[in-house]
């Protein structure tokens, strides 16, 4: 039984004899064509279920992409590989890491009955380990490190620690750790700043009496007093000193060349001190970052468990020190195919390179106007640089979710604003004909608009919805259930 393609679809199925890089957009039918590419594989081409390696973005649609297959085989006799399709390759990539690990422990250097920790689990671990290296951080005889803690909150070093140390994980880091930079060093600002100070306050003397230049006397007063106060060798809060900064407006008397030197050489005080600040919070970061990274590990290894990055970083130094066990893995897998290709990440990219480093036939389909998991550590820039080094490329443009006029309206939203890299949406040919007695209306929120009122703008969106469908129905052009209302999920 033959399935219905696009010429489009049909292309990306047949064209299995190299690698090839999909641009598919929304409602495009991508599984389809996965499914449709992995049996023609297998029942035109011979090649076993189990060698070929299909790469999802959830479980849940691993799940999905299993049973499309064994409905598929079924529908053309194939009863034999619809009962092997039950054990194909097809997962997560973090369960294909998991089922190579579990294969290969003793060589991993692992406990073979290690403990996968879900988001949730490795995330509670994650702060218990922060807690830990942050009580062994903070030395009362080192107050810089309890100034550190007390400017930025317990809280908002956690998530600076954990998020840096995930996001290098994610890159390919075993022991994410910042590098060393070089301190920056202190000039002439000190000694420029009270010079100016000075001669400033020399100029303005002339002027006094005057109210805003009687303030401006006060400041840099004050300016001087807090600059006077700041041992030798040392600098000051960059914040405090930018509360002296003098604003001239129109005033002549603020605007002589002597207070545009002192304002210059303030700006120049406060860059010194950001600088030096920027510098002493970046060693103990590094430092708190380190203590995190050993612990965390450390807690891991207690209870002989693995989070998601472990597992790619694992499989990759596996299939990187043991060339024989990395080239079976290339020879097994004759076709490699991976969904959601967006959402990916250098660390995933370079696990697919070492399951594919023998010229592996290797399928990506995805949307970079889909990717939304940043906060997993997706990077889109993977996608944009494979883009743009695939040798082969096609696009499947066709949708077949909504009606013309809904993807019009979308095209006209979108388009100018993605620019260039925008793939219009176009209509199935089974929506080709109109169905809606009206354009599709765009209603868009202007949320600055709501700031100065006490209306909140969801509230405030929803009510002129309302308003909308309200004037329709009364005015006769549509009834009720004739009106379709789409909005962004909250």
Known sequence: MSVELTPEQRAAVEQRDTGLFVHANAGSGKTRV??????????????????????????KAAAELKARLRRRFLELGERGHARKAEGAWVSTIHGFCSKLLRRHALLAGIDPEYEVLDETQAARLAIDSFDRALEGFLDPGEPARLDLAAAHTPDRLRRMVTTVHAKRRSAGEAAPALPEIDEPGLGEERGGLEAALANALVELGEHAGVSRVDDAIAKLERCGDALAAVPDGEVGDPAAFAGFVVKPGRTRALLGP??????????????????QRGYRDYVLLRELLAAYTSTYAAAKERISALDFEDLELIACRVLEDNPALRERYERQFEHVLVDEFQDTNRLQIRLLDLLTGRGGRLFTVGDEFQSIYGFRHADLEVFRERRAQASTLLALTRNYRSRPQVLEAVNHLFGDAFGDDYQPLAASAEFADPVFGHPVELLVTDKPSFAETKEHWRAGEAQRIAGRVRELVDSGEAEPGEIVVLFAAG
């Open 258 to 275: 002597r207070m545009t030197a002192a304002g210059d050489a303030l700006q120049a005080w406060i860059a010194a001190c950001a600088a």
């Open 34 to 59: 996965l499914v449709e590419r992995f049996v023609r594989a297998v029942v035109d081409d011979g090649v076993a279920v189990d060698r070929i390696l299909a790469i999802t973005f959830t479980e």
